[in-house]
């Protein structure tokens, strides 16, 4: 495929000429290529700064300087300037589905390397493309049946779970996953997924508790593990990294969408404590959080890294991509507990255990090439305020006590900081991401300018 060139301007005094402008079908065929791989982007949860400076990027790449890029929450669209004597092309793109599959995400920034360092021609770059996005997922849905019930019993050991209620947490959690799977096939709409799984949940907790069997069996620990999977896959981090970044249109569509997802969990759990009520099963009392024990943070650790594994396993992460997360699974959670036992509140713990875990994954992505989105959500996720929001959902609902509404203010306190503080370690991270750089390219001598990171370069629309 042979692109062609509109004549160059012509200066009528000094008759020299200015670079020659690309024609429509030039523009359209990039800016398609582009615009596919912002929405790869954002149905994976990256942030719109870092979708539009992808976008901008690859256009660049191809010989398109002059564009415009607006992304906003369900659609992508860029406007290709061509100087003052031909119109602007403009493409729209609707990302209609998300879901997350870090493997294609990698896979889609390892293309866009290449095609910012020139090593990719434009027609090879569309085949690489719909050869990633029409792919299969790299591994089976069973496995990652078996990684969220393993993440389930990861939290719960984390949260001082004893090893039978990390089984009954797994279990609960798989047969919630694949309910969720039949609900999706049959296009229920998200939210009254999440209605059905805080439900299922909730009453599968007590009608443990109400049989008998397992009179040790915590339901506060269960279904608090059971609402930190659910919560883990909301796109809480791109929210605030696009508030802070000033995409608040996107950010408001985001906020929206986790506040709806949230609101669902929450009508399913109290609708399951209610009806429990109503039939007059016993009450299960809440369990306190174990305090703080130095002799405890090993275990706490391991448990996160293990819970971050699993979650990225589910992700359908390469399994480089899987080990980084629970590292760096293990180093927030550590992080937290170390802060916890210094005297920091839960908030002021999160807080800075994601900024070390934000930090850490800027770094650690340019070294082993992944997205750094991998690293930050997937080490974050044993630390989601699953049990302080069960909490607040039996106060209000069983106690009816309205301090369960400052309860649950922490919930959301804790959520915001974890997100908050994961997007200001990845812009410590860029001045030591830069730097490293910078000795690559001394050592190493001369060569072509190196790949454009996507979360390098923040450009607003």
Known sequence: MR??????????????????????????????????????????GAGAADVTATIIAVANAYGLPHCEVDVIFTSITVACHRGTELSPVTSLRVVQSRSLDYTRLAAVETLVN?????????????????????????????????????????????????????????????????????????????????????????????????????????????????????????????????????????????????????????????????????????????????????????????????????????????????????????????????????????IVASAGAAVVVGFAGGVISRRLRMPPLVVAVSGMVPLLPGLTTYRALYELAIIRTTSGLSTLMIAAAVALALAAGVVLGEYLAHPVRTGLGRLERRFQGPRLAGPLRPNEHHTEP
Do not use: C
């Open 114 to 346: 290449r095609i910012t360092s020139g090593k990719t021609p434009v027609e090879e770059a569309q085949t690489e493309l719909s050869r990633i996005t029409e792919a299969k997922h790299p591994y089976p849905r069973w496995l990652a049946t078996f990684s969220y019930a393993a993440l389930a019993a990861a939290v719960t050991i984390f949260i001082g779970g004893a090893a039978l209620m990390a089984l009954f947490a797994a279990v609960i959690t798989a047969v919630i996953d694949r309910v969720g799977r039949v609900l999706n096939r049959r296009a229920l709409p998200f939210f009254f997924q999440q209605v059905v799984g805080g439900a299922l949940a909730t009453g599968a907790a007590l009608a443990l508790l109400a049989s008998g069997t397992f009179p040790d069996v915590k339901p506060t620990v269960l279904v608090a593990a059971a609402i930190t999977v659910l919560l883990s896959g909301l796109t809480v981090v791109s929210t605030v990294q696009d508030a802070i970044t000033g995409f608040n249109v996107t950010a408001a569509g985001r906020t929206m969408e986790v506040s709806l997802m949230t609101a669902g969990l929450i009508a399913g759990v109290v609708g399951a404590l209610n009806i429990a009520t109503a039939l007059g099963m016993p009450e299960a009392p809440l369990a306190d959080p174990l305090p703080p024990s130095a002799l405890r943070l090993p275990i706490q650790t391991l448990a996160g890294a293990a819970a971050s594994g699993f979650f990225a396993l589910a992700s359908y992460a390469t399994p480089r991509a899987v080990f980084v997360a629970a590292i760096a699974g293990g180093v927030g959670t550590a992080g937290y507990g170390g802060l916890i036992l210094a005297g920091a509140g839960p």
């Open 3 to 44: 692109f062609k060139r509109q004549p160059p301007e012509q200066d009528p005094q000094t008759k020299e000429q200015g670079p020659a402008l690309p024609d429509e079908r030039t523009v359209h065929f990039v800016l398609d290529l582009a615009l596919r791989i912002g929405e790869v982007q954002m149905s994976s």
